[in-house]
């Protein structure tokens, strides 16, 4: 049997996060609001209305072109997309085409395996988005709330080569989106959706086969299923020595299966022309320079350079990096700390993601600041409050926000390292519990773990674990 | 003189002065329009009457509610010593291709005939700010597409008021009927190709379509998006001056709109020409018409009346001081209606699209079948002849097996076309003329319905128009003269952009000298009905 490779392009469409929409000055974002009522004439279409560009939508599209590497345009067109829709009020989606934005570009995926990918950008272009249609038996509902909020347009190259490198593009995009700002990226409310383009092609060959697009494979998980069943019929197929078409399909995430929306014979002529009520888009080297001032340090570059100048594993850089506030905190901390950068990314990682997962906030939401938490490490790294104490700490200062130190003179927390008090403690434990001391005599020297949380629990943690540990030993043994 | 003849500048000196009140104002002009009007356009108006034929039928709506709310804001202004503004007590007409807030706004279709519109255009609602008062929509070519108002979905259509079995032109042919038969003082009116000076010149009377970019679109219901231009309508300079004083400037709602400062026309307007260039070109002279058969072109000479009225012009021009510059080479004129006939119905089709019956509009009574069907019935019964005309050719040039072909192709004429005024106008040129001297038209006013039709020669009534909408630089026609048979000839002024100021200043001078002429002592007949 002959081994296949499959061949993966991905078309997103981006919603950006700005405050009004690309041509008018409704709010962008309806999520909350009931249908058609964040209109106007303008993103309605009515007759004699004309478009005004919102300069936010370019700018934002000029940090995501730059983002993924691609080149911006000095000047740029929008033109218009001929069609008729009835959740397309004008007829025509005004959108770019043969000058867009920027040009070129690429995103590299570093995949679990460990080989990194690199995908092409084949076109990134901004586009007002259409309506909504909602079939109600034999009614079709047509919500316009959603006409004219902004979009970027984003194709790749074929270049994706499985189920999971297609699933790993969008985890990485959507990472990216919310990292520079531009996206809410969030899949379930449509700022991210994607089509996927699919063929097969016995591996090693270099020639592209006829392709089948899916429609609206809007979940990671939904881009992995529907790739990796379209993928299994084409070979199927080719095995049963039929042709492959270049269907449209469609994948009904709930019932796991693709359906076929049409046959694709003939392209549709949208016939482009330039939009004539907009003007060419000039980007000026100082617009430019002044937009892009504000791209931040992007999350691969920034993975990279955790794992090379605090030592992290991959692991915990690619975590840390997983969102922009987390990484800002962690570094902020490390700084604050001066300290093994390894130890403040174990307490991140293992304690302060805990906190942030349970109760849904960003780590710029935490009122344990980067500089508190290195508090709590010097306290520790200092003996001055055990392990325990430290990250019981966290809870504390994130409640009341008060400074670690404070809490530990207020609450009395410090660790007492008096060898007298803790030697009254143990033998206190030792006179109340003859059978434990007895077996651990008798060779259970496991109990050891027992006897020391008797002492910390009687001196509510604030003894020092390796001193007890050393005086219950002594006394034990000498007895 | 009645009120209603006065001109709207003296209208508005009169309200100012409380030697007349708005409301007087607005009283003439409706008794006018009662005398001299007739039914108004509307939809399957069944067959024409004697009467009808009597009558210049320039409204579609009468506003006179609006109208007389504003005369008597006007008025109350005036009365408590506020600014009633520069149009104050000015009687207006919009052709109904502008929305205007609460009134229908039908574009003269059937598709529109029950729309009304929720927002107001901005040039409208300049005026109004203004203190103009707004009578009503005047008919106009279904969407524009035309120049006689003859396909107007809306009938009677207009007469014009000079003899009324001949056409008003167009496409503001409504415009141009109502300030002519004095019903109103201004009109606005839209150019594509010519349908504001076209009309005017057809009509006697003054009519300007400023540079691409001057007034604002927004409200303007679009046919070619970067050739439509609103602009004035009146009957005299002044009187353009004033309405374009109001209307221009950059606007917010259209991207298109320019930011270059408005200049104060009316100030300018006594400089007189001395010192002007004012170029002639022989490609002005003629017409090149295409075979039907063949496509070949042979030239005509425009009407020795029509010469003759520009070259009096010149004269006349030459003697207050202007340089007369002859033979200024205009070799791309010849294609502007070729090139005009792809793109503007490129965007024509495309502007068309809304129009499906979903939204707002006319919607099929007959029940679809589907979704397309639903479509198809929709814009084949809303639709008139000329839209399906535009719609199927501009779907033709824009395919993208044809569009290198013809629409591509006909951009390039269009930046020949272009190149050939920026030489003119060339302040380092070879022939440097600060305005170009034309007629307007190459026939008077024809008779209704003798070329109605015939739309390839319909559109070549537009040839010596046209150019100035391919390369955006403003155009006035002016009333130069009457023919033998007693209709209007215009002759036509262009020149660079945003030079408004320089056309109106010429024109200007012209009137005064021509003032006494016996031609301009002369009524249109509905003056006498
Ligand atoms: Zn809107």
Known sequence: MTDYEIVIGLETHIQLNTTTKIFCSCKADSWFDPPNTNICPVCTGLPGVLPVLNQAVVEKGMLLAAAMHAEIQPVSYFDRKNYFYPDLPKGFQISQYDRSLARGGYLDLPMPSGYVRRVSIHKLHMEEDAGKTKNAGRERLIDFNRCGVPLVEMVTGPDLRSADEAAQYLIRLRQLLRWIGVSEADMEKGHLRCDANVSIRPRGADYLNPKTEIKNVNSIEAVRDAIEHEAARQIREVEAGNRIEAWTLEWDEDAGVLRKMRSKETEADYRYFREPDLLSLPITDEWKERVLAGLPELPLERRARFMQAYGLPEYDADILTGERNLSDYFEAAVQAYGGDPKRVSNWLMNDLLRMLNDTGRTADQLKVTPQYLAEILKLVDANTVNTSTGKALLAKVDQSGKAPRAIVEEEGLAQVSDDS???????????????????????????????????MKKMRGKADPSLARGILEELLGGG | MELCDLSAYE???????????????????LERIQKVDGRPGALDAGELTAEDRLRVHAFITLTEERARAQAEEVDRKVAAGEDP?????????????????????????????????????????????QGALVLGKV???????????????FQPCPRNPWNLNHVVGGSSGGSAASVAAGEVALSLGTDTAGSIRQPAAFCGVVGLKPTYGRVSRYGLIAFGSSLDCPGPMARDVTDAAMMLQTIAGPDPKDATSATVPVPDYIEALEEGVQGLRIGLSPDYFRIAIPDARTGKYHTEPVPAEFEQAVLRAAQVLAEMGAEIIEDVPMPNARYGIPAYFVISRVEAASNLHRFDGVKY???????????????????????????????????????AQYSEQYYQRALRVRTLIRRDFDQAFDPDGAVYVDALLTPTTPTPAFPLEAVYGDSVMMQYADQLTVPANHAGIPGVSLPGGLTAEGLPIGIQLLGPDFREDTLLRIGRAYEVATQDDPWRQEEPQSAHL
């Open chain 2, 11 to 29: 209208i508005a000196q009169h309200v100012r002065s409380q030697k007349a009140t708005a409301v007087q104002v607005l009283e003439s002009c």
């Open chain 1, 421 to 455: 008090a803790i030697r009254a403690v143990v033998q206190e434990v030792l006179n109340e519990s003859p059978k434990e001391v007895e077996s651990y005599r008798a060779g259970k020297v496991t109990l050891m773990g027992w006897f020391v949380g008797q002492v």
């Open chain 2, 85 to 129: 503004g520069l149009l104050a007590g000015v009687p207006v007409s919009i052709k109904d291709i502008f929305c205007v807030q609460g009134t229908p706004s039908t574009a003269a279709s059937r598709i529109l005939a029950n729309f009304v519109s929720p927002y107001t255009a901005t040039s409208v609602a300049r005026m109004e700010e």
């Open chain 2, 139 to 153: 008919n106009l070519d279904e969407f524009t597409y035309g120049s006689s108002n003859e396909s107007s979905a």
């Open chain 2, 361 to 399: 509009g006319y919607r099929t009574q007959r029940t679809p079948a589907d979704l397309r069907d639903l479509y198809r019935k929709t814009r084949a019964e809303g639709f008139g002849l000329q839209p399906k005309l535009r719609i199927l050719m501009g779907m033709y040039v824009s395919a």
